[in-house]
């Protein structure tokens, strides 16, 4: 087990709204290779790993991802908290927020709600960890085309 602090290490404090912004990011929380579906890849591949440093290496790789989960809610939160109808609108947001008002829910950036299809557990060590690797990775994005978020127009 682990000892939880019920604080955010790096806390995430954002003063104006931005629903356009939060949008986008909310791909990092929900989407195909975001934190939720890292957190569950590391967790559940390490029931299998034959390797008890792995299996404690996955163990933390997790854990760590969920509090990444953390610190990505809190953000897309504060960018979406006491929007005025007329933010909700401009940017784009009425789809997400008819359904789900200020809530944060697992969705990837085009509306696709979370799904554990996403992510493979295959009990193979070399299959396993190059999924990890893959959805990881910090230059898939850009090898997708997709720019850095400080290049976004938001």
Not at 58 to 76: F, K, P, R, Y
């Amino acid at each position: 087990m682990f000892v939880y602090e019920k604080k955010l290490q790096y806390p995430v404090k954002v003063k104006n709204t931005n629903p356009k912004l939060a949008s986008v990011i909310i791909s990092q929380y929900g989407g195909p290779d975001g934190e939720l579906g890292a957190s569950l890849r590391y967790l559940s591949q390490r029931f299998s790993m034959p390797y008890p440093e792995l299996k404690g290496l996955l163990t933390d790789i997790g854990t760590e991802e969920l509090g990444h989960l953390e610190m990505i809610g809190a953000l897309v939160h504060q960018l979406t908290r006491n929007l005025t109808e007329e933010q909700i609108r401009s940017a784009g947001f009425d789809t997400y927020f008819v359904d789900r008002t200020a809530g944060v829910y697992p969705t990837a950036a085009s509306g696709f709600p979370y799904s554990a299809a996403s992510m493979a557990c295959k009990g193979d060590l070399v299959a396993d960890l190059t999924e990890d690797l893959a959805a990881d990775g910090a230059t898939i994005q850009e090898q997708h085309g997709w720019k850095p978020l400080k290049t976004l127009d938001c």
